[in-house]
């Protein structure tokens, strides 16, 4: 087995272990102590993703080692990484040990838990005495183990590749890098166990970002990994903040301001060689003028035919009434004509024309505005003189209808008509193979007027030219070095230019005028860019998207009034790379909510990592889906609420993978995503992922706990499947200086309060911060499972209108109700005769999790009051059965009766009840059995529960009764059930 194999193959028997789910490397604030310098190997981390970076770390090495010709040896590895695998075993508390101290660890304990691992893999088991000895600290003076080994192997050279493993798997960040003796502590270890011919000219940099603001950082990370392989320096390892590179020649690198102009070129390269992107992001309809962003995504004339092809040939009901609804009264008026075939005639049109030519005139007006409004734009001439240069092109006359539409439609930028009538006579003089063009059908005609418009185009759309109409329009170059400068930080050199605002900017008075400063980052706007923010790019209300108070004059009422609002290049070229990467919303209405989920590796990734992340989460839709019931029965929170122990990481794949494939075919059928619904996307893999759960719906009826509820749910699958921490929030930018600030698993920025009170107490998280720290996160899981699994039982899903709204109430109950799992429950019973298993046990763990004394309590008063009366289970009345004795016992102490009164009632109800009773009930009327029943109620509730107060015993009798109705009907079932499979065994002993 090649060594690749192995160490997949060990992975994977590794992470069915306990030992990878038990121990984990948490922060806490007890932790800062003086053994550890603040900042040092305090972030949540998972053993098992403590175990597969320095594992995965340690084979990126060895590829790069291959490609240069050196190979260590094959068995040796095998064995540290076996060794590697349980180099921390001595933390499970778990093992069986002598003492605390790592060398506690017995022979005959390491000897078990290796060999199930050495079996599961295939290989012969490594000598426990090494195992042990690899797992001790550095700084232990306890290494006699390696005395007592053979001389088979180089031992000591085997120890060093686990301890370079371990380093790798424990660095947190660049950060660390550049601030302690990390890189010289590696390099140290790399000639210990490379050969000194290798390592002399050794050599190991790094680049650091420090702001985070999403797909801007993604791309900033994989253009400068892909600038450093340039220069000979391989990407080894990927941190949240930046990238370790190696290199074994000692290659010279240049300076950093060298650097900048490729590292531009390559951001704008990575647009165009983005995946297909929505026509209609790059295309204004109703001025028929292209976006800024599509001359960075169309860089030939054939790409512009093309898209001005596939958006103008969309069936459209606008075709139908063309062209009499662009000539009402006004328009008329213009022309000094009376009626439309007064202006037919003025123009030289045949009115007979049929509902063919009606749609072919329609699809090449809009055509050729398209193509009119595009050379004015590149040439920087008029709406007329684009005309005639087009219609010169095309070999048709154009002065008469230059002359003859008013001068306020040419210049009117949602008007076309000197297309509409160009369009006409281009329609009737063309000739196909010999064929006029209104005989042509209409698909070829299509073809023919694309392929005309890229010969149009030729000499007049270049890259270079591209290039120029974005720089001229959106300052995006410039704005974009000087970012670069600004926050990029390379080991070789630390010099930084920082954006520093202009005093005379910030003094001056405030005005309707907004300053040159940016809302989002507060960042200097240069001189010379369009300080006004395009409303399509934000999609939702404004003042969401900025951290300051509004200048004067903005109407919140307005989504598209932004001219109050300015952006830097920067933050404008953020969305539009969102916009290319299909981060957008899908709807961009007032509707329409995003959480944002910015993903940290845990600690880093490394190439092939990488790699593999790229193929698992390319066109990437997953979603949270809680109901059983629809096409696919596959929920989310199976795992939690079944009986069956379904693998976990497999279950959330299994989930994300079937909903992706459900989604990109209704996407394939319909063409567009259902008008209600709520996707999670990926951006592509870098350093950085930026992850958006899309809540888009074309209507209020949703809440903002709901998506954040699923938002959280995602976040905590994202975790477990792919180690990541996770900042979730609805801002688009994180508002950080530095990534060693997401130390938990999950951090949540402002979220609903009834989420919120999901979350563990402060004194629990140790901080008053909305995070999860990866200790709690199996927990929450759960506690989330049994939310949805009692939402989607409470709350079918209304497919006419497919929202989760209802999920709010089940959070209010938690939040109000100690047993908000016994009210569900009850709900439930008293509208259906059953209740499904995984809804049981879902109410039961919420009740666990959250009851405390009420649940006990409410389970002992059930229990007594059935040694008194086991009531009927059938539907009708079951709440006033199973509640009857309790609430006698509660009207009793209302009324202020002594506790022999209230045992007296209870006689009388027995009797009444004995002699009320079916076959199904029975009813025992025993004087001790009633005393007791009477105390528990009275002692136990009223006078400590509720602390003798009868305002107390009215507010909480509702919610302990329905925590006694829970009990009750799941113990009289289980009593039902153990009969009739007792008599189902006697009839078979009877039948044999």
């Not at 290989?123 to 183990?145: Q, T």
């Not at 009737?428 to 193979?433: G, L, S």
Request: proline share 4%; glycine share 6%; charged share 30%.
């Amino acid at each position: 087995m090649d060594l690749k194999s192995f160490s997949e193959r060990l992975l994977l028997e590794f992470q069915k272990m306990d030992l990878s789910e038990r121990i984990a490397k948490s922060y806490n604030w007890a932790n800062q102590s003086k053994s550890y310098r603040q900042g040092r190997n305090l972030l949540d981390q998972s053993m098992w993703d403590h175990i597969r970076t320095g594992v995965e770390a340690c084979l990126a090495l060895l590829s790069h080692l291959e490609s240069i010709g050196f190979e260590p040896p094959e068995e040796e590895l095998k064995i540290a990484l076996v060794a590697f695998v349980l180099h921390d075993l001595h933390k499970d508390s778990a093992v069986e040990k002598k003492g605390s101290s790592e060398y506690a660890l017995s022979l005959e304990e390491l000897e078990r838990v290796a060999g199930e691992l050495s079996r599961a893999v295939g290989e012969d088991l490594p000598p426990a005495a090494f195992l042990r000895a690899a797992g001790v600290s550095n700084f232990s003076p306890k290494l006699g183990d390696l005395g007592s080994l053979s001389n088979r192997y180089s031992w000591t050279g085997i120890r060093d590749w686990v301890k370079l493993m371990d380093q790798t798997a424990s660095i947190i960040g660049i950060a660390e890098c550049m601030e302690h003796r990390t890189i010289y502590s590696l390099e140290e270890k790399l000639r210990r166990v490379l050969p000194p011919k290798l390592t002399e000219h050794l050599r190991i940099v790094c680049h650091r970002v420090q702001e985070m603001r999403g797909m801007i950082t993604t791309q900033l990370h994989n253009g400068m990994a892909l600038l450093m392989k340039r220069y000979g320096y391989y990407p080894w390892l990927r941190f949240g903040d930046g990238t370790l590179y190696i290199t074994f020649d000692g290659r010279e690198l240049p300076d950093k301001d060298s650097l900048m102009a490729e590292l531009t070129h390559l951001f704008f390269r990575s647009i165009r060689e983005a995946d297909q992107v929505d026509w209609e992001k790059l295309f204004n309809r109703p001025t028929l003028q292209c976006q800024p962003l599509a001359f960075l995504v169309n860089q030939t004339p054939g790409e512009f035919a093309w898209m001005f092809h596939e958006l103008f040939m969309k069936s459209s009901s606008g075709s139908k009434t063309f062209p009499e609804k662009n000539f009402k009264e006004s328009q008329l008026a213009a022309y000094k004509a009376r009626n439309l075939d007064e202006l037919y005639r003025i123009f030289g049109v045949d009115s007979s024309f049929d509902e063919e030519f009606r749609e072919k005139w329609f699809y090449t007006s809009r055509y050729l505005a398209a193509l009119q409004r595009l050379v004015q734009r590149l040439e920087k001439i008029s709406a007329v003189d684009a005309l005639l240069q087009l219609a010169n092109f095309l070999g048709l006359p154009a002065e008469d209808i230059a002359n003859r539409v008013p001068d306020p439609l040419h210049t009117n930028n949602k008007r076309f008509d000197g297309a509409i009538w160009l369009a006409y006579r281009f329609l009737q003089e063309t000739e196909v193979d010999g064929k006029p063009a209104r005989h042509l059908p209409i698909e070829d005609w299509r073809v023919t007027v694309r392929k005309k418009a890229a010969d149009f185009l030729e000499g007049k759309i270049t890259p270079e030219k591209m290039m120029e109409i974005v720089d001229e329009e959106l300052k995006i170059g410039d704005d974009l070095q000087n970012y670069f400068r600004e926050q990029l930080i390379v080991s070789w050199e630390t010099v930084r230019n920082l954006n520093l605002l202009d005093m005379k900017e910030l003094l001056k008075k405030k005005t309707r005028s907004q300053k040159r400063i940016c809302n989002l980052c507060n960042r200097k706007i240069l001189s010379g860019s369009e300080p006004k923010v395009k409303a399509q790019v934000i999609q939702d209300n404004v003042n969401v998207f900025s951290n300051r108070i509004l200048p004067k004059g903005w109407d919140p009422g307005k989504r598209g009034d932004v001219a109050a609002l300015h952006w830097c290049g920067v933050c404008f070229f953020e969305f539009i790379l969102r916009q290319v990467f299909s981060m957008d919303s899908f709807s961009g209405g007032d509707q329409s909510r995003q959480i944002n989920l910015f993903a940290f590796p845990s600690f880093q990734i490394t190439e092939e990592r990488l790699l593999d992340l790229q193929y698992d989460l390319k066109n990437f839709f997953g979603t949270i889906y809680v109901h059983r019931r629809g096409e696919i029965n596959h929920v989310w929170q199976d795992p939690w609420v079944e009986e069956k122990q379904e693998k976990l990481r497999k279950h959330l794949r299994d989930h994300f993978q079937l909903y992706k494939d459900y989604f990109e075919q209704e996407m394939e059928e319909r063409g567009r995503p259902p008008k209600n619904g709520d996707v999670l996307k990926a951006s592509p893999p870098g350093n950085v992922l930026l992850f958006t759960y899309d809540y888009y719906n074309n209507s209020s009826d949703r809440t903002r706990e709901e998506i954040w509820l699923k938002a959280l749910s995602a976040a905590l699958s994202l975790h477990k499947l792919y180690g990541f921490r996770l900042w979730v929030t609805e801002k688009p930018f994180l508002m950080m200086s530095d990534v060693r600030e997401v130390r938990h698993a999950i951090h949540l920025d402002a979220p609903p309060y009834k989420v919120a009170r999901l979350l563990e107490g402060p004194e629990r998280r140790g901080t008053t911060d909305f995070v999860v720290p990866i200790g709690q996160v199996n927990d929450l899981l759960k506690r989330l499972a049994c939310v949805w699994e009692i939402h989607q039982t409470v709350n079918p899903l209304d497919f006419s209108k497919p929202t989760d709204k209802n999920v709010s109430i089940i959070l209010h109950q938690l939040d109000v109700h100690p047993m908000a799992g016994a009210h569900f429950f009850k709900r439930h019973l008293t509208e259906h005769a059953y209740a499904a298993d995984p809804f049981v046990r879902a109410c039961r763990a919420i009740d666990q999790m959250r009851g405390g004394m009420e649940v006990s309590l409410a389970r002992e008063i059930a229990l007594a009051s059935l040694k008194l009366y086991k009531p009927d289970i059938s539907q009708e009345g079951r709440a006033h059965r199973y509640e009857n004795l309790f609430r006698l016992v509660v009207k009793g102490i209302k009324e202020r009766r002594e506790k022999s009164e209230i045992c007296g009632l209870l006689f009388k109800r027995l009797e009444r009840l004995a002699k009320q009773s079916s076959k199904r009930e029975y009813v025992r009327v025993e004087e001790k059995a009633v005393q007791e029943f009477v105390d528990l109620i009275y002692d136990r509730f009223y006078m400590d529960a509720c602390g003798g107060n009868i305002a107390k015993l009215n507010q909480r009798q509702n919610q302990l009764a329905d925590g006694i109705f829970f009990e009750t009907h799941l113990e009289r079932l289980k009593e039902i059930r153990e009969r009739q499979a007792a008599k189902n065994q006697t009839d078979r002993r009877e039948t044999v």
